[in-house]
């Protein structure tokens, strides 16, 4: 029997820009037209998903304009809106189908570890700017909404491979099903790469990474007032680290370091509509997070230079009296190493193990986070529409290394949303946020928005906003205690005659002073938004004002807790979409951000000039060509330029459809990405097949 081949497109569906606006849910957590909207708003469709042919999340995201999204640590991206600080990206919320990404311990979203695959996401939204009045504190920049797949969307089962050079291999397995009233689907993904591995100073980095990820999702409709949906899932990683200069310092690795991380979730909701004018939805969910990074290292002889059994004297408990002495300065800790009693008695102790000494480190963290939130949608009439929920969330975060133990913290939440329609074309948004937790005590975030439309296709808004960042919970009550472990013999069986105390603890401590402020941010914008000709224009012009910023290292070597950082922000941002038939899309942004700050650390992801360019084409019913172009001009001082393309085949067998792709990705700028290690030369390439069935 002949092979059957119908029409398909390589994006699905490449549809001309409607006459009306697409409705968006972010902004004011309830749909409405993007026109009206009391923020800027980026829309990420799959159709741009597909077109941009990212294999991993937060790529995608530099489709955004002002948005940095790049690797700074090897194998751990930043994502940051109006980025300041290269590696604690700490100011932006993501959600994923509405549970919380920023992690409570650590304050950071850790991309590698989301548990979702790239192909499982429908949709993502981007709310340009503070939504601290809809989504509390820490929505401090902006949102990213994640926006998974209805299983009542999905007609097919499907299996994916993909691969490529430096060692890129990545699958997937997707099943889907339908009853009456309910449908689920669930997929199961593994992503792989060996990094960049470009030799650097003759040495190659330790980048390679390992990603498990499980998403599942059960929809009941129980009649139609009320939807019930469960979602689950979970990630496991393995990525290597690179060494810290620090630590070399002292000590000869041996091996690289390797981080393991695990995740795990469960969501319940119940949407139950009183009305065409009146629905709720319960929301509540946990999840817990786990992530150690295990080294091991043999130390130093402070007097001789080799490792030996003087090494120990980093871990005994006179050089951590020593240290506290020295007010926890480390450069006068050392210059008084030679001449404290207690340290040299306890040096020449150390000299009769006649062994090195050597110890595994085991940086943990363990977070878990419980949340509970009720939402109310009521349209009071015609002109008024009300959004107003409570929520209650319960964080813990448990560390040996970071926190010497558990702590936690409860906060109580509760927020509205008022849209008035003062005259037919103009749409007043006033909202507000109140919260109060254990560590920061209690706050208030206001937005208010104008949205005048003089004609159809057309709107102007103005929004002023406020909100904050909360520091978590290590900004605010780290105990940094890191004990050596598994010890060389005969250290292990004699730890406190040797060392001075059992267990063994690293001689650097650090604590936080506990009287940290939110950080605070200021914003207003001008807009417009609009439709005409196939062509969607939005374009913003903003200030922001950011202060109380914890702006400083806070790791054992550099431990600096305070609020003297301040940015200030002003610029103009620009996304242009343009579709003039079924088988083209154009999509073009750009940024021009003048950033001033006190802190150089603040500056380091500062873009002053960013910007993207997508093109896809459907040139026959089975092929389909894409190509993007990204750039941004001073990430600390260096350049960042790619080009992309993609070559898609989509064609059937009987009723199995079958897609193949081809993507190279290549670096037009040599510099290397924001910090000097991240020499990143080479292209990526690689190819893909899908197979629905």
């Known amino acids: 029997m002949g092979t059957v081949c119908t029409p398909v497109w390589a994006m699905e569906p490449m549809l001309p820009v409607a006459d009306t606006p697409a409705m968006v849910l972010t902004p004011a957590r309830v749909s409405e037209p993007q026109s009206e909207t009391p923020a800027s708003v980026t829309v990420i469709d799959r159709n741009l998903i597909e077109a941009s042919g990212a294999r991993e999340l937060y790529d995608v995201l530099k489709l955004v304009p002002g948005m940095s999204a790049v690797k700074v640590d090897g194998n751990v991206p930043t994502v ?58 820490n929505a401090f920049s902006a949102v990213v909404n994640i926006i998974t797949r209805d299983p009542r969307d999905i007609s097919r089962n499907s299996l994916s491979a993909l691969v490529g050079n430096n060692a890129i291999l990545d699958g997937r397995v997707a099943a889907v099903g339908h009853q009456e009233n309910s449908a689920w689907r669930a997929a199961v993904a593994r992503r792989a790469d060996d990094g960049y591995d470009e030799p650097f100073e003759g040495q190659t980095l330790p980048d390679a990474k390992r990603i498990e990820t499980l998403n599942s999702e059960w929809v009941w409709e129980h009649n139609a007032r009320n939807t019930f949906s469960v979602q689950a899932g979970g990630s496991q990683s393995r990525l290597e680290r690179l060494r810290e200069a620090g630590v070399e310092e002292l000590g000869e690795y041996q ?4 981080q393991h991380g695990e995740r795990a979730f469960l969501s319940l909701q119940w949407q139950h509509s009183f009305s065409r004018t009146h629905q709720l939805q319960v929301t509540g969910y946990g999840q817990y997070n786990k992530e150690v990074t295990d080294f091991s290292v043999c130390y130093l002889d402070p007097v001789s230079g080799q490792t030996g059994p003087g090494g120990g004297i980093f871990f005994s408990e006179e050089l951590r009296d020593l240290y506290l002495q020295n007010d926890s300065n480390i450069g006068a800790t050392f210059a008084n190493l030679n001449t404290d009693p207690a340290v040299l008695n306890r040096y020449m102790t150390l000299q009769s193990a006649m062994a090195d ?45 970071f926190l010497s133990g558990t702590v936690d913290n409860v906060s109580y939440r509760a927020f509205g949303n008022l849209r008035v329609d003062l005259l037919s074309p103009l749409t007043l948004n006033l909202g507000g946020y109140w919260e109060k937790d254990q560590i920061s005590g209690e706050h208030f975030s206001p937005r208010a928005g104008l949205n005048w439309r003089p004609r159809p296709g057309h709107s102007f808004r103005y929004v002023y906003s406020e909100a904050v960042r909360t520091p978590d919970i290590y900004e605010d009550q780290a105990q940094i205690n890191i004990r050596g472990r598994n010890l060389t013999a005969p250290f292990a069986q004699n730890t406190e005659a040797l060392l ?48 109380n910023l914890l702006s400083h290292a806070l790791n054992p070597f550099e431990f600096e807790p305070n609020n003297e950082g301040w940015v ?92 193949w792709k081809g993507v190279v990705q290549h670096a037009l700028d040599k ?18 097949l899908t197979v629905r069935i």
């Open 568 to 659: 200030d922000h002003q610029g103009t941002e620009a996304q242009l979409t343009w579709r003039p038939g079924i088988n083209h899309l154009l999509r073009v942004t750009g940024a021009h951000i003048h950033t001033r700050s006190n802190k150089k650390t603040e500056e380091r992801l500062a873009a002053r000039d960013s910007g993207s360019a997508l093109w896809a084409w459907q040139f026959s019913r089975h092929w389909g060509l894409s190509t993007a172009y990204y750039l941004a001009r001073d990430y600390n001082d260096n350049d960042f330029e790619r080009l992309d393309v993609q070559v898609r085949f989509r064609h059937r067998l009987g009723r199995t459809e079958l897609e």
């Open 671 to 688: 510099d290397p990405v924001v910090f000097e290690e991240n020499r990143y030369d080479e292209d990526r390439m690689w190819l893909g």
């Open 500 to 547: 001075g105390w059992s267990p063994a603890y690293f001689f650097v401590t650090q604590s936080s002073p506990g009287t940290l402020e939110p950080e605070q941010i200021r914003a207003w914008e001008l807009g417009y938004f609009g439709q005409f000709y196939g062509v969607e224009l939005d374009v913003r012009y903003f200030q922001e004002s950011l202060s």
């Open 80 to 137: 940051s809106y109006h980025g300041t600080q290269a590696r604690d990206a700490r100011r932006m919320l993501v959600l994923l189908d509405g549970r919380s990404q920023y992690q409570p311990g650590l304050a950071r979203v850790n991309w590698n570890d989301m548990p979702v695959d790239i192909r499982d996401v429908e949709r993502i939204e981007v709310t340009r700017g503070p939504a601290a009045a809809a989504y509390g504190a």
């Open 357 to 401: 000494f050597c110890a595994d480190i085991g940086l943990d963290i363990r977070e878990q986070r419980y949340d509970l939130e009720v939402q109310d949608t009521l349209q009071i009439n015609h002109r008024m529409r009300l959004v107003s929920g409570l929520n209650l969330r319960h964080d813990r975060a448990d560390s040996d290394a």
């Open 255 to 258: 091996g690289d370091p390797v």
